[in-house]
């Protein structure tokens, strides 16, 4: 076997040279020995309860009792009159669309802007860098427990400097307001993520190969021009990634809206996982909330597919 | 052989060694068996403190005896009863809410021992014997109160003295009271409506004096089948009146928690709120000096009609039928009834006694004006007969109508549909 010995070594003793060998053991079976207790947790860890779930999404479970019914389609029918569900998932399309909007624009401008600061400045350029990553360090509970103080009317940070800056009529309930608490729950977001998304940019940015910059101006071609005609193309490989990473985790969020607004006032932030949580471990609902994920997870397969297929062609190979 | 021999002879004193320890493990189980007890509750904090002190007194006069307190997440402790049962190893004693868990569906289930033969059920009051006994069969007792509180409106008796406020005895005088306190800049109403929770405080505070009032069985013809939250106007009424309030209460009251609603009682810039008397301590604790009171939410129309507290027993510990330690665990509920034990556990917990022979305990001086009241004027909330589903729902739900994306019928059809599970 290679992995023990070099062919040529192998070749002059053929029989004695690896362990496998002696035992006659077949080509594979040490990378499969390797492989299987990895497996074999992750089956049993996330594949079994997984698959499970796609069973139980047809079940009435009420997730303790052992009497347990298949129903059809019931559940599936059920949440799609269910007024709550239908707000849980226009809220989670909303964070979504707006934090991949803001969150990556946002994103793509700081990279840029430490990208050109990196050529003159570069040790500034590594602390901002640093600066921008800190927020995404933190766990999101800190910061929706951070992002409830800053929005309290009442002790709150944000009311405070308003009203000490004689804007007192622009302070507001942010998170009490439900035509407001989602968007603070996105602000919040996005100051935490936005610099995980702007290292994206950068690591794409830093690999455009800096003649394309040179050959375009010598065409004379200005920076719009360029950031249109060779940055933008260039950088698509990242911009698909920061994107897919953007709107899954867009669709899966759970504890900021759990720390900030615990998907209130009334159901104004409640996200299709939060929604999830509830039916299953609060009403006892398994099956129902079975039913739910699945449909969020078809939802995203489906997006992500459709997406990936679309800008996977805007890719440039160099 | 040699070595064999020697072998042989090694076999004796092994064998009486353990024959030895076999007579000393005899001896003990004879005597003092060791025991050890699981005891599950949602009861952390300062409350659990309270019952860890029982616990600990009752090991040093056991010494064969241990107690593992065993504190989970009170948003996760229906999940957690319902495992624990169905996977037939629940706690050896388990803590029940009359309210939010509810020992209904195991005492159906035989999941709980009959209490009924011991000796503190004697000494329960009419108030809490509701609470500890089967709700089908009231002569049958499954679970040993231990402590009750009261709720209404909790109020700053200095901010009334200043404002020359009296305390208001109908509806029309509770809103003029309001206004009054509105008026010298001051939030009349501190209102957590984050947790939810606390709006259902202030629900039931309005209905003890109006539907439950007339009709103490509501909840059974519910359960019948011939009556549902959205088809009672009295529901509805309490709902919309709870509504109308909003301008009383504090300012961001949907984004401010029950901790909120504390820190604005005890420091002034809130007079009143609905709610438990489990507001008092953490506001004294904010505010040594601050006085505080409680009367009945005067959701009357009249003052010849008497407003009603609330009563509701916070705790109930039951036995499991499935515990190997049925003995055991019963006689620690009957050291926990003993009269001295329950009046030390009551000074530590605060709240109201659940028997009526426990001795002399502290209470809140804020509670002294309402205590004549629990004789005749207080419904204990066992009457709801709510569901963790209901409760649930009645929560979002309320904050939904309060801000004005639901109306209050939507909310009474979610809870007809939480009812049924």
């Not at chain 2, 190893?89 to 809410?97: L, Q």
């Not at chain 2, 209460?249 to 438990?276: P, Y």
Request: glycine letters at 8%.
């Amino acid at each position: 076997m290679k992995r023990f010995a070099p062919a040529g070594l192998a070749s002059s003793m053929p029989i004695t040279a690896t362990p496998a060998r002696l035992l006659r053991l077949p080509r594979w079976l040490p990378d499969v020995a390797f492989v299987l207790p990895a497996l074999i947790l992750f089956t049993v860890v996330v594949i079994y309860p997984v698959l499970s779930s796609f069973v139980y999404g047809f079940t009435d479970w009420n997730g303790v009792s052992p009497d347990v019914h298949f129903i059809g389609l019931r559940n599936f029918t059920d949440l799609f009159a269910d007024r709550n569900v239908r707000i849980a998932f226009v809220n989670t399309l909303t964070f979504t669309i707006v934090a991949a909007v803001f969150q990556n624009g946002i994103a793509l401008g700081l990279a840029l802007a430490l990208d050109h600061l990196m050529g003159w400045l570069r040790g500034l350029a590594t602390a901002l860098r640093i600066l921008f990553l800190i927020p995404m360090l933190l766990s999101p509970l800190a910061i929706g427990y951070l992002g409830q103080y800053i929005f309290s009317p009442t002790f709150g940070a944000l009311d405070t400097l308003l009203a000490d800056a004689h804007l007192e009529s622009w302070t507001r309930d942010w998170l009490g307001d439900p035509h407001l608490a989602l968007g603070s729950v996105i602000a919040a977001n996005l100051w935490q993520y936005v610099g995980y998304n702007m290292i994206i940019f950068l690591a794409g940015l830093q690999a455009v190969p800096r003649d394309l910059y040179e050959s375009a101006s010598l065409d004379g071609a200005g920076e719009v021009q360029q950031f249109w005609h060779v940055t933008w193309p260039m950088i698509a490989p990242a911009t698909t990634i920061s994107l897919i990473l953007t709107l899954i985790g867009g669709f899966k969020v759970f504890d900021l809206i759990f720390a900030m607004t615990n998907g209130g006032p009334g159901y104004a932030t409640e996200s299709v996982v939060m929604r999830v949580y509830r039916e299953g471990f609060q009403l006892n609902h398994f099956g129902y909330a079975a039913a739910i994920s699945i449909t969020l997870c078809l939802f995203i397969f489906v997006l992500s597919v459709a997406l990936l297929s679309i800008l996977r062609r805007r890719e440039v190979v160099v | 052989m040699q070595w064999r021999t020697t072998r042989h002879w090694l076999i004796i004193p092994i064998f009486l060694g353990i024959v030895s320890l076999l007579l000393a493990a005899c001896g003990t189980s004879s005597g003092q068996q060791p025991v050890t007890l699981t005891f599950s509750s949602w009861q952390g904090g300062a409350a659990g403190d309270a019952y860890q002190a029982v616990i600990k007194a009752y090991e040093k006069l056991h010494p064969n005896v241990t107690i593992q307190y065993e504190v989970s997440a009170a948003t996760d402790y229906t999940t957690i009863l319902n495992t624990h049962f169905s996977a037939g190893d629940p706690a050896d004693i388990v803590a029940f809410s009359p309210t939010s868990y509810n020992k209904a569906p195991y005492v159906q289930a035989g999941d709980l021992v009959d209490l009924s033969d011991q000796p503190w059920v004697a000494h329960l009051t009419a108030s809490t014997k509701i609470t500890a006994a089967s709700d089908t069969d009231q002569a049958k007792i499954y679970a040993l109160p231990t402590v009750q509180d009261m709720g209404g409106v909790i109020y700053n008796k200095d901010i009334f003295s200043r404002l020359h406020l009296q305390i208001p005895t109908t509806w029309a005088q509770f809103i003029q009271v309001c206004q009054a306190i509105k008026a010298a800049g001051i939030a009349p109403l501190a209102v957590g409506a984050k947790d939810g929770w606390p709006l259902e405080q202030f629900l039931y505070n309005e209905l003890v004096n109006t539907v439950y009032r007339t009709d103490p069985t509501f909840h059974t013809q519910q359960v019948a089948g011939t009556e549902t939250y959205a088809g009672s106007a009295g529901w509805k009424q309490a709902i919309n009146d709870l509504v109308a309030l909003e301008p009383y209460f504090n300012t961001g009251f949907s984004s401010t928690d029950f901790a909120g609603t504390t820190d604005l009682l005890a420091t002034g810039k809130a007079a009143m709120s609905v709610n438990g008397d489990f507001t008092l301590q953490p506001t004294e604790t904010n505010n040594p000096n601050i006085h505080l009171g409680i009367f009945p939410l005067p959701y009357v129309q009249d003052s010849s009609t008497k407003p009603n507290l609330t009563t509701f027993v916070d705790v109930t510990l039951g036995v499991s039928a499935k515990s190997h330690n049925i003995p055991a665990a019963k006689q620690f509920l009957q050291y926990f009834a003993q009269p001295d034990v329950m009046a030390s556990f009551l000074t530590q917990r605060g709240g109201l006694a659940t028997l009526d022979n426990v001795g002399s305990y502290k209470v809140d001086p804020a509670l002294t004006d309402a205590l004549p009241l629990l004789g005749t004027q207080a419904l204990n909330e066992a009457v709801f007969g709510t569901t963790s589903n209901v409760e649930t729902t009645m929560w979002k739900d309320a904050q939904a109508v309060l801000t004005g994306s639901i109306s209050p019928t939507q909310m009474l059809q979610d809870m007809d549909q939480a009812f049924k599970g």
